[in-house]
């Protein structure tokens, strides 16, 4: 099992710009979280998807971000324009409901913004 | 907002000794879960107890429940220095529409050999 895989492991861009982050979950995981850590705020849940549906979305911080999940095996999420402040280390995670209820986590896709 | 709060934010102690921290949270939950984070990894699972446990173990990990108080312990026994990390508490909270997993700020372990 590959685990949860995300890319990329380093985006450093500059304000302004378009980022774009990657996940697979797990293969079978019917759910799927981001979150987004920061020494200031630690672990913050931004959303999650229950078969590919958005159940919560209300840690989102701005209009700026954008999450979708087009099938089972694939998420994105996306800031439009990105911000400085948006620097943090952003994590993607699964599990399968009704199972064991653990999540497993991606190694996270550290996020510069300039 | 954060449901689960750690403490103490940080502890340091010798190899050998015992570590243990604790999280209380604020609503009612299904089950309550402890992770660790290694700098610059992602999030393991260690333990879950359910809400309607009172105690469990795993190998030299301890974990209390008390859902009258709303809170949890994690203790750590013989610690090593390979423990050094930080331990989150998560809450698994009590939703019809999807679970929802929500973490503690963190108590930072320094295991010193």
């Known amino acids: 099992d590959a685990g949860v895989i995300q890319s990329p492991r380093h985006e450093v861009t500059e304000m302004g710009q378009e980022v774009t982050l990657r996940c697979k979950p797990i293969?079978?995981?019917?759910?799927l979280f981001w979150y987004r850590q920061t020494m200031m705020r630690g672990l913050e849940l931004l959303i999650y998807?229950?078969?590919?549906?958005?159940?919560?979305d209300s840690g989102m911080p701005e209009d700026r971000f954008s999450a979708k999940m087009p099938n089972a095996s694939f998420s994105t999420l996306k800031i439009q324009p990105s911000e400085p402040r948006d620097s943090a280390v952003y994590f993607c995670?699964?599990?399968?409901?009704?199972?064991?209820?653990?999540?497993?986590f991606g190694s996270g896709t550290q996020l510069s913004v300039l | 907002s954060q449901q689960g709060e750690e403490d103490p934010q940080a502890l340091s102690i010798q190899e050998g000794e015992n570590a243990t921290m604790n999280c209380s949270y604020k609503?009612?939950?299904?089950?309550l879960q402890w992770y660790r984070q290694n700098s610059g990894r992602g999030l393991v699972h260690l333990i879950l107890?359910?809400?309607?446990?009172r105690e469990k173990h795993s190998g030299r990990l301890r974990v209390t429940l008390d859902t009258s108080k709303k809170s949890s312990s994690l203790l750590i026994t013989a610690s090593r220095a390979a423990d050094t990390a930080s331990y989150f508490c998560?809450?698994?909270?009590?939703?019809?529409?999807?679970?929802?997993?929500?973490f503690g700020g963190g108590t930072r372990v320094l295991v010193k050999p």
């Open positions: 995670a699964s599990r399968k409901t009704g199972g064991d209820e653990k999540l497993f």
């Open positions: 293969s079978g995981h019917n759910s």
């Open positions: 998807f229950n078969n590919n549906v958005p159940i919560d």
């Open positions: 609503t009612s939950i299904n089950n």
């Open positions: 107890i359910r809400s309607n446990e």
């Open positions: 998560a809450t698994d909270d009590n939703k019809a529409a999807g679970n929802k997993l929500t």
